[in-house]
């Protein structure tokens, strides 16, 4: 237990001076902007089908969960605000950056691991290479961009979830469901939601980075690398969110 909670101590302060080289060369050319995009093309391929089936459901679970208890106190009319807040604010956010953690940090890891045990990496510094240039930085930019446009999508899609669940009890049609979500929704719930998914996607995109480029050497350190980058990406994610919510609520109190 011990060594775990230094090892995780000793992850949090390699990512921190991995952040720190990140920001200094992000803004140095040359500028892989064909390697950002290839990778943004990438990332958005990969978890697409998995985010558009969790965001169905996320919308459906969430509106038969709470038709019941909203029907109980007469306030059937508020399901889809109330959907919509749920899931802007704070569903949609948070659970697309878990799954984006699962499904993408842990495939970085696993392709810099390999890239360091095979030797690829050495082999691009002796080549004059700048290899965190070129795969690092490409990389973390490429999920702190595609990360909010996954996110908007999912919100979307869990919405559109939401009104399948309204229509099975209530006879509403869907023009009346969208202005009933439109009017609920203001700026001040929308503008947080999509900020912090910036910070997340970055968290999954600095930490697959950070453990697949240290990856020790053998198939066991890409492995380890991989799960790893989930497992931290993930607890970041949660710890930014708390913090996230109580600046949002700070700045946004109504």
């Known amino acids: 237990m011990t060594s775990q909670v230094f090892e995780f101590f ?3 302060g390699g990512v921190t001076t991995f952040s720190v080289k990140f920001f200094a060369s992000v803004f140095r050319p040359p500028y ?12 958005g391929v990969k978890t697409l089908a998995l985010v558009s089936v969790t ?20 306030a059937e009319m ?6 919509a807040l749920s899931v802007v604010r704070e569903l949609g956010p948070v659970i697309t950056a878990l799954i984006f953690a699962g499904r993408v940090g842990s495939g970085i890891g696993a392709e810099l691991g390999s890239m360091r045990v095979t030797e690829q990496i050495d ?3 002796v080549s004059a290479i700048d290899p965190f240039k070129y795969l690092v930085v490409t990389r973390v930019l490429a999920c702190t961009l595609m990360l909010p446009l996954l996110t908007v999508y999912v919100d979307f899609i869990a919405i559109l979830g939401g009104y399948i669940s309204v229509i099975i009890t209530q006879n509403l049609t869907f023009a009346l469901y969208a202005d009933l979500v439109i009017r609920t929704l ?5 503008l947080p939601g999509i900020t912090k998914t910036f910070a997340f996607g970055f968290i999954v995109g600095i930490v697959g980075s950070y453990l697949g480029y240290y990856a020790k050497k053998g198939t066991e350190g890409v492995g380890k690398a991989s799960t790893t980058a989930v497992v931290i990406s993930s607890l970041l994610i949660l710890l930014v969110d708390v913090i996230m919510v109580r600046i949002t609520l700070f700045l946004f109190p109504e």
């Not at 459906?60 to 029907?71: C, F, H, I, N, R």
């Not at 508020?78 to 959907?83: A, D, T």
């Not at 203001?186 to 929308?190: L, T, Y």
């Open 32 to 43: 892989e902007i064909t390697e950002v995009r290839k990778h943004m093309d990438e990332l």
């Open 10 to 12: 000793e992850i949090i």
């Open 123 to 125: 082999a691009m510094e």
């Open 186 to 190: 203001k700026f001040s719930d929308i």
């Open 78 to 83: 508020f399901l889809p605000g109330m959907i």
């Open 55 to 74: 965001g169905l459901i996320i919308g459906l679970v969430l509106g038969m969960q709470s038709q019941p208890v909203m029907a109980r106190f007469g």
